[in-house]
Every structure is written in C-alpha cells, then in structure tokens.
C-alpha cells in the first residue's frame, strides 16, 4: 500500500490521520486527446473528461481523467472488452519531458486513489511532467474484482476459523463474476500500460512504483526495455518476495529494530524495560490462553467481542509496523498489552483497516498472490533467509496455499520468474523499518540493475517517497542527466521515531538520539 507521511502529534491525532476519504463520481464534460500509435497497435481515442469531484471541489487539482477500452483477452480482440480508468494531470508548463506513470500497491489499490497524495508531494515535478494514473485491471474503475468483505464481523473467532470464512466468501465473489482470471496478472497489467502510453502518444515514459507496483515496473523493464526512460522503485516487492512466505521473517526484522532503538532511547528504555522479553511472554501466554474481550471501536465506539490471541495481536502489531506515525505508539501500546489493556493496539488495528479496505479489490488481490507468488518456487530456487528468532506469529502458510486451488491462473512466460535484467536508470528506495518490503529485496534486484542507486531510509518504513527530502532526491533523479550524480546525505537526517512513553508524547530527545530527528515530512 501506499501511504501517507505527516509529522509527530499528539496520539490520538496520529491515529485519527489514518482514516481517509474515497472520491465520489459526478458529472463530466468532455475533451479528446488523438492516438499516435505504432504498427500492430489498433489506432484508439481516449476521451478525457472532468474528473470526479469531493464535496464539490476537484478530488485531484488541475486532473482530467479518461477511459481507454481493449480486449481482456489480448489475443481475442472481438471478444469480452474492458474498460481501463485513466487520470491525468497536465503539466504546468509545456515540455517535452517525458511523463510520469505513477503505479499503487496493494497489490489490489487503484492507482488513481493515490492521485491526490502524489501530486501534493510531487508537485514540483508537475512543472515540467505529465502525470499518469491508470487502474490496474481489476482495480479501481477498471472492471474491479471486488470482495466485499467485514474483517470485524469474525473478530470474535479464531485466526483460523475466521480464514476458512473469508475463503467461503472469496469463493462466492470470484463465482459471481464472469472475467477470466488468467487475464488479471502483472504481464497483462503492464501490456494495458504500454496500449496507454501508445494511446496517449508519449515516446517513452519515467515510473514511479510503490511496494507491488515496484513489480509491475520490473515486469514493464522486461517487456518494453526501449520505452522507458527511468524509474524509481519505494519499497521493492519482486515476484522472488513469495507472499506470504517471508512475511514473519520481514516483519519479525522490522519489531527487533523496535525494540532496540526502543533500548538506545533512556526513557523508552526506562518506562519500558525488558520489552521484547515481555513481548514474548505475553505471546506464549495467549497462545495457551487465549482470550474474548469486548473492545470499542475507536470510530464507531460500537462494542465488539474480540478473540485475541498470539496470531491476532501478531498482526494487530504488524499492521502497525507499516506506519511511521502508528510505530511511535507501538512500545507504548504493547505495554499496554501486557499489562491487559488491549484497546490502543486494537484502536491502531481497527482505524488502519476502515482506511485500507475499501481501497483494495481483494479478488484481483487474491488472483495476484496465488498466479505468481505461490508459483515461483515451481520455476526459481526459493530465497532462504538467514536463521531468525520470530517476534511474531502467524496462521500456517499452507492454509493460504490451500485457499489457491480456488484459483486456476497461471503465468505461461516462465522469464517473468526470471531475476529482473535492465540498463535503465533505476532508483530503488527502502525503508530500514520496512515490515513487507525491507532493504534486502531491493539489494536482491539491484545485481541485475547496473545503473541503479539504492538509498535506504534509517528512520523509513514502507514507502518512503514523502519523507524529509525524499521528494527532492527524486526530482533530482529524473531531471539529471546522470542520475548516479544525487547527493543523498540530507536523507540520513531522517532517523527512526522519537517513541510515546505516555498519551501525551514522545519524551525528550537525549543525546542517543545525537541530537537528529526529522519529522519525515
């Protein structure tokens, strides 16, 4: 997913920032851009129009948004046609730059949901740079494969029980829908975004990809090596990541940091001492003991029976690690938890997940992980990381594995499992706290990538795009003609959080901190 930075504030602020809004549709009036296409393209129009507007004001300032329609059987140009969703936002002056193509995460996110957000923090790349949004298929506007699903209505059963449902429900969405899954994976995804940048006459495009879209540019550097200029990858998630198989192993990673910059800061240490031990007690206890509790809603204030376990505050935790802002909470929270008080770990849960899920179509989602990442160790060796001590529990993969036999997709081009191989100018970005795509899987695709730069953030978690200079550094990439010239030093002032020692804040900084923190802005 992709998401949002904002500065420290009080705690309730800081988890109320989650909760954000979705555009609503109204009426459009049109405009026409004409097809410069290539040989064995068909020629194609896309019809701009006025974009959708949010309590009567522009939902993306300055943006058009369009349609594009194609076969969802490439190769069956007669047969069933889907729509693709398209925004635009023109530059600001006219240039011969080529655009930006900006690809959401998810996988499952719609990218013209993170509009808004990318032309704020990128606004002084508009000045000279187009910049594109287009629904993935099955996202979005663009004939979306959506679940509509409650994660809060089984919050009162085991894991394990509460998966089986999900899956009985998942079974009746991908059953109600009539498109052909093996159409809805990454290589047909990337073939819709060269039809557009056809369609809208651009000789070559830059990328900009975050956590699953980073894949979809991988896959667009394979296939049409020619047509892209640079791109830059925040969060890098290849197909060699396997979801959900390393994802205790990535996240565990992500808490131990926690944990000890928790110990390099005196009052964190003081107010919480022995914290990850403790943590791992309470796992065990609730693991044996499990509990049923009623908990409010933080939005709704409505009560809930919660079943909580070692796999459910796992993930409560989790969740948490995604969000700079929610981990300066987390120690507070888990002790917390320890000492029998749930509700803040649940309240960061339960606002995170009112935010993300409407956002996500979870049976493309879903058609993703099971025709990729459960099939790459049928055609590459699998990674194996390093002996590590899990901080975190999970329900067993083989029931995700298991849930895939509802899905018959398969990628037929075994080189789409193959190590990613360019000359293009490639900027890869983690986040050092990152719990789903950290450092090393971008260490992984950078020996394949020659002109590429890797900058780790010390104080990022997942994406990094907006945080302190960031934003800078990447206009810097695209606007240099050597992009290996980027001085990152001004990106180190962004250090891990300052951690909450009580609802009133963070405590003082201390010299363990040398006196550096940026508030990721």
Request: aromatic share 8%; glycine share 6%.
């Amino acid at each position: 997913m992709v998401r949002m930075h904002s500065p420290h504030r009080p705690l309730a602020m800081v988890v109320a920032a989650l909760v954000f809004w979705l555009i609503n549709t109204t009426s459009f009036a049109q405009t026409m851009v004409t097809d410069l296409s290539t040989t064995g393209i068909d020629k194609q129009n896309v019809i701009f129009t006025d974009c959708p507007r949010l309590n009567d004001k522009p939902s993306v300032y300055g943006a058009e948004c369009g349609t594009l329609q194609l076969a969802e059987n490439p190769h069956q140009t007669a047969g069933k046609q889907i729509v693709l969703n398209i925004m635009r936002v023109p530059a600001i002056e006219d240039s011969q730059l080529p655009p930006i193509f900006f690809l959401a995460g998810g996988p499952g996110q719609a990218s013209t949901d993170i509009a808004s957000v990318i032309r704020q923090q990128f606004s002084s790349l508009l000045k000279n740079h187009d910049f594109v949004f287009v629904d993935q298929r099955g996202t979005g506007f663009s004939n979306p494969l959506n679940c509509d699903s409650d994660p809060f209505k089984t919050a009162s059963l085991p894991p394990l029980e509460a998966a089986l449902l999900a899956n009985e429900k998942l079974q009746q969405c991908i059953d109600g829908y009539d498109s052909d899954l093996s159409f809805y994976t990454t290589p047909y995804a990337v073939k819709d975004l060269e039809r557009v940048r056809l369609a809208l006459g651009y000789q070559s495009i830059n990328m900009w990809g975050a956590s699953y879209g980073t894949r979809v540019i991988l896959e667009y550097l394979r296939q049409y090596p020619n047509a892209i200029n640079r791109a830059v990858l925040d969060g890098v998630a290849p197909v060699a990541i396997e979801l959900p198989t390393h994802v205790i192993a990535d996240s565990s990673r992500s808490l131990a940091k926690v944990f000890e910059h928790c110990r390099q800061q005196p009052q964190c240490r003081t107010n919480f001492a022995d914290l990850q031990s403790r943590w791992m007690t309470l796992l065990t206890t609730l693991k044996k003991q499990p509990q049923r509790i009623e908990l409010k809603h933080p939005r709704t204030e409505k009560s809930r029976q919660v079943y909580i376990d070692d796999v459910v505050i796992s993930s409560w935790v989790r969740f948490s690690l995604y969000v700079r802002d929610l981990t300066a909470i987390i120690p507070l929270a888990i002790n917390r938890a320890i000492n029998a008080d749930f509700s803040m770990l649940y309240s960061m849960q339960a606002l995170g997940l009112d935010s993300v899920n409407p956002g996500i179509s979870e049976v493309m989602q879903f058609n993703i992980l099971c025709a990729e990442d459960n099939q790459y160790r049928h055609h590459q060796r699998a990674f194996e990381q390093k002996a590590h001590f899990s901080l975190l529990s999970a329900v067993d993969n083989g029931v995700f594995n298991r849930s895939c036999k509802m899905i018959s997709s398969r990628i037929a081009d075994r080189a789409y499992f193959d190590p990613p191989q360019s000359e293009v100018p490639v900027l890869l970005l983690s986040g050092d706290i990152d719990p789903a795509t950290p450092p090393h899987w971008a260490e992984r695709v950078k020996e394949g990538l020659p002109q590429s730069q890797h900058i780790i953030v010390a104080g990022g978690h997942h994406n990094v795009s907006g945080l302190g200079c960031m934003p800078k550094l990447i206009q810097q990439f695209y606007s240099l003609k050597n992009a290996t010239l980027i001085d990152t030093n001004c990106i180190k002032n962004v250090m891990p959080n300052h951690y909450f020692i009580d609802s009133a804040g963070p405590g003082l900084l201390s010299p363990a901190t040398d006196g550096r923190r940026d508030s990721g802005d």
